[in-house]
C-alpha cells in the first residue's frame, strides 16, 4: 500500500542517489507536472538544482506570477526566468495557421531553453535534467494512436535527443491523481497543484487569426473574468477546462451605449472529460454563463458578443486550433 508521503519518501532517495552531489537542470511550464518534478527534485539536492520558466508571452494572467513567486517561495528554489515575449511575437507575426503556431512555438521554446541551459551549463556542470513525465505519457508516446496525431502536441519541457543531459523522471510511474497528492504533500500552492490542464502552446492557439500584443490582450483580459467567475461558481471541480477563444478574425456588429461596436467575439468551450480524448459540452448554469457575458462585454472593449461552444468531442476537438 503506497501512501502519497512513502512516494515522496522513496522519490526523494532514489533522485538523491541517481544524482549524487552533480547538478540539475528542470524546466517548469507552470503546469502541475513539471512544478511537483521540480519540487521533489529539490526536496533530494536542494540548491543544485535550477529551475528554468521561459515566459513566452502566451501564458494567462497571473501564471508567471504563480511560479516566481508562489513556486518559488513553496519551495525556495534557485529559479531563472527567461523573458522571451518579444522573441515569440516576433515568430508569430502575421502567422495563422494552427499546425505552423505550434510549430513555430515548440521550435522557439527549445531554442531558448538551450540557449538558458548553455548559459547554466557555463557556470557548473549540470549533467542532469528533470522531466514531468507522467506515466500516461510513458505509455502513450510508445503507441502514439488516436487523437493524438490531429494535433502535433508540443509540451513544453518536451525536448530534442541530442540534448547532453542524463533524465530524472520522478513521476514516471504516476497518474496525474497521484502527482496532484504528491504536490499538496510537498506544500504546493493549490493554484498549481489543482490546475486544469492548459496546452503548451498556450493562448497562442487560443487565437484564430494572428497571435499580436493586441489579441493577447484581449483573450487575456476575458480568458481571467470567465476563470474568476466559473472558481467564484464553485465549478472548477466539475470542469475538465474551458478554453476560452478569440475570434480574432471575425467581426461583428452590436450596440453599445450610444453607438454601434464592430468587435470581436469570445467564445467559452466549457467541457466535462476524463481523460481529454472525448468530452461533452458542460452544462454550466445560466447564471454564471450570464456574468461572464455581461462581464467581458463590459470589460473588453473590443468584445461584443459571448458565443458558447456546444459541441462534444468527437467532433469538435477541445481547443480551437
Ligand atoms: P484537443 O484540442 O486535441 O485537446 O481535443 C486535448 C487536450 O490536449 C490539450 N492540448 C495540448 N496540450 N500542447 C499541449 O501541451 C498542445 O499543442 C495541445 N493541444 C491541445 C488540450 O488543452 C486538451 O486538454
Request: proline content about 5%; glycine content about 10%.
Amino acid at each position: 500500500q503506497w501512501t502519497t508521503s512513502s512516494i515522496v519518501d522513496d522519490q526523494v532517495r532514489r533522485i538523491a542517489e541517481q544524482i549524487g552531489d552533480g547538478r540539475a537542470i528542470c524546466g517548469l511550464s507552470g503546469g502541475v507536472d513539471s512544478a511537483v518534478a521540480g519540487a521533489l527534485v529539490q526536496r533530494a539536492i536542494g540548491d543544485r538544482l535550477t529551475c528554468v520558466f521561459v515566459d513566452h508571452g502566451l501564458l494567462r494572467a497571473g501564471e508567471r506570477t504563480q511560479v516566481e513567486r508562489d513556486f518559488v517561495s513553496a519551495t525556495g528554489v534557485n529559479l531563472v526566468t527567461v523573458d522571451a515575449r518579444e522573441r515569440f511575437l516576433d515568430a508569430l507575426a502575421g502567422v495563422t495557421d494552427p499546425e505552423e503556431k505550434r510549430k513555430i512555438i515548440g521550435r522557439e521554446f527549445i531554442r531558448v531553453f538551450e540557449q538558458a541551459e548553455r548559459d547554466l551549463k557555463a557556470q557548473g556542470d549540470y549533467k542532469f535534467l528533470v522531466q514531468g513525465t507522467l506515466y500516461p505519457d510513458v505509455v502513450e508516446s510508445g503507441g502514439g494512436e488516436g487523437t493524438a496525431n490531429i494535433k502535433s502536441h508540443h509540451n513544453v519541457g518536451g525536448l530534442p535527443d541530442d540534448l547532453q543531459f542524463e533524465l530524472v523522471e520522478p513521476l514516471r510511474l504516476l497518474f496525474k491523481d497521484e502527482v496532484r497528492r504528491v504536490g499538496l504533500e510537498l506544500g504546493l500552492p493549490a493554484t498549481i497543484v489543482g490546475r486544469q490542464p492548459f496546452p503548451g502552446p498556450g493562448l497562442g492557439i487560443r487565437i484564430i487569426g494572428e497571435v499580436n500584443q493586441q489579441s493577447l490582450e484581449i483573450l487575456r483580459t476575458a480568458d481571467a473574468i470567465a476563470r474568476e467567475e466559473l472558481t467564484a461558481a464553485g465549478l472548477d471541480q466539475e470542469i475538465w477546462q474551458c478554453p476560452v477563444v478569440l475570434l480574432a478574425d471575425v467581426r461583428s456588429v452590436g450596440v453599445q451605449g450610444d453607438g454601434r461596436t464592430y468587435g470581436h467575439p469570445i467564445v467559452l468551450r466549457p467541457v466535462s472529460s476524463e481523460d481529454a480524448m472525448t468530452a461533452d459540452w458542460t452544462r454550466l448554469p445560466y447564471e454564471v454563463l450570464e456574468r461572464i457575458s455581461t462581464r467581458i462585454t463590459n470589460e473588453v472593449p473590443e468584445v461584443n458578443r459571448v458565443v458558447l461552444d456546444v459541441t462534444s468531442k468527437p467532433p469538435g476537438t477541445i481547443e480551437w486550433e
